[in-house]
């Protein structure tokens, strides 16, 4: 059974950083393209950022582009979000998902290409 849990949400403020943690279980996670996405109140869910199965190769929306940092522990069934320079714009609810399959990386930005999203950890960012 996949499971996918983030943790490190909170409240802070502009310009802070944080950093977002996603645990992954049942299945063979160093071999799939993990990813980060998120969803502000009366919007649609946004790609923030995804990275390949080996860590060497990282996409990011455009929005978070310079600010955000996505990382992994193959190790440990880890991936990591690192924020910084937060904007109130940010803040949203944020979700890793992982395929079901191994698909071609450079589609990772779209929605379809996850079968399976944590539960969500928001982040609030107060101007």
């Known amino acids: 059974q996949v499971q996918l849990v983030e943790s490190g949400g909170g409240l802070v403020q502009a310009g802070d950083s944080l950093r977002l943690s996603c645990s992954a279980s049942?299945?063979?996670?160093?071999?799939?393209?993990l990813g980060w996405f998120r969803q502000a109140p009366g919007k649609e869910r946004e790609f923030v950022a995804s990275?390949?199965?080996?860590?060497?190769?990282?996409y990011y929306g455009d929005a978070v582009m310079g600010r955000f940092t996505v990382s992994r522990d193959n190790a440990k069934n880890m991936v990591y979000l690192q924020m910084k320079n937060l904007k109130s714009e940010d803040t949203a609810v944020y979700y890793c998902?992982?395929?079901?399959?191994?698909?071609?990386?450079?589609?990772?930005?779209?929605?379809?290409?996850?079968?399976?999203w944590g539960q969500g950890t928001q982040v609030t960012v107060s101007p």
């Open positions: 990275s390949g199965w080996d860590g060497d190769n990282a």
């Open positions: 049942g299945f063979a996670f160093n071999t799939y393209t």
């Open positions: 998902a992982a395929p079901r399959l191994a698909r071609v990386f450079s589609r990772s930005s779209s929605l379809s290409f996850y079968d399976f």
